[in-house]
């Protein structure tokens, strides 16, 4: 009499059962949901607090605002626009600006990091200067580049640009220089060109330290175009912020200020997707693999 065994294996996919695929699946959206509920919590909270605390009169809206007038000054900028033209294109001019001053000091800061992280002789030289310029306070250069090139879109690009340059540069020289010194070595080794290794070996392997970098830049990027747009311009969000100030005017600063955070947190999320997309190569942390499953 022979016995055969009823128990069946449970259905694998990919190396894993099904039943511990969708339970880890469960749990990320579970994670996913509690995080969005705590967020809108928060800002249920923190709108919600204000708005009674001030139609309670315990702050003074009169210095800070509500968030239901933040909400009419919103719709009025849109509907009626500034007394400096259209509300969009004051958007639009300081989106051009931080744009062009990301753009300008990403690739400068990468070119400098790379190159004077692969020389040491270079960076002894330069590296005083380079600190010199980056211990000199903003607003400062702001200044400087307004009285050099005018009140044009020129001199917020420039402050941009050297918000940014510093931040990638110093991430790009870093990454440069944690760079292991055996790959280097052993491509030397096979011939390799320093156009090469430079191509193929540094600047992949600092790309993550670059990257990381950018999700920050942007945001310097707003802040030189809005700090140059304060102290002398024709048109852009900076002026509107200028302007609500001298009117005493919490509602329009806070309004202008929500356009602003979108703006930075667009960007963030198309830095993001960029990252994705370059560094599609690197074995994906533990983290983010949970996240894919």
């Known amino acids: 009499m022979s ?26 959206r579970r994670r996913i949901a509690l995080v969005w509920a705590g967020r ?30 933040i909400a009419q000054r919103l719709v009025d900028l849109i509907r009626h626009g500034t007394e400096f033209g259209s509300f969009y294109a004051n958007i639009w001019t300081t989106l051009q600006e931080a744009l062009a001053g990301f753009a300008l000091g990403s690739v400068t800061g990468v070119i400098f990091g790379v190159v004077l992280g692969q020389s040491r002789y270079l960076s002894d030289v330069l590296g005083p200067y380079i600190k010199m310029v980056n211990a000199i306070p903003r607003i400062v250069l702001g200044s400087i580049f307004i009285v050099a090139f005018g009140i044009g879109v020129l001199p917020k690009i420039l402050l941009a640009a050297v918000l940014v340059f510093f931040i990638v540069f110093f991430n790009a020289f870093q990454g440069v220089r944690e760079v292991d010194p055996n790959i280097l070595a052993n491509t030397r080794v096979l011939g390799a060109s320093q156009m090469q290794i430079t191509r193929h070996v540094i600047v992949p392997s600092a790309l993550t330290w670059i990257i990381a970098s ?11 175009a809005l700090v140059g747009e304060v ?35 667009g960007a963030e999320w198309l830095i993001g997707k960029l990252e994705h997309r370059l560094l599609s190569w690197r074995p994906p942390a533990p983290s983010e693999a949970a996240n894919t499953i």
């Open 3 to 28: 016995t055969t065994s009823t128990a069946s294996a449970a259905p694998v996919k990919d190396g894993t059962p099904v039943s511990a695929t969708s339970a880890a699946r469960r749990a990320v």
């Open 40 to 69: 809108v919590g928060l800002a249920v909270l923190v709108i919600g607090g204000w708005q009674a605390f001030t139609a309670w009169g315990i702050v003074d809206k009169f210095f800070f605002g509500q968030p239901s007038g």
């Open 214 to 224: 950018l999700h920050s830049a942007f945001g310097f990027a707003i802040v030189g």
């Open 231 to 265: 102290l002398g311009a024709q048109s852009g969000l900076g002026l509107v912020i200028k302007t609500a100030q001298n009117n005493f005017d919490p509602n329009g600063v806070f309004a202008t200020m929500l356009v602003i955070s979108v703006i930075v947190l």
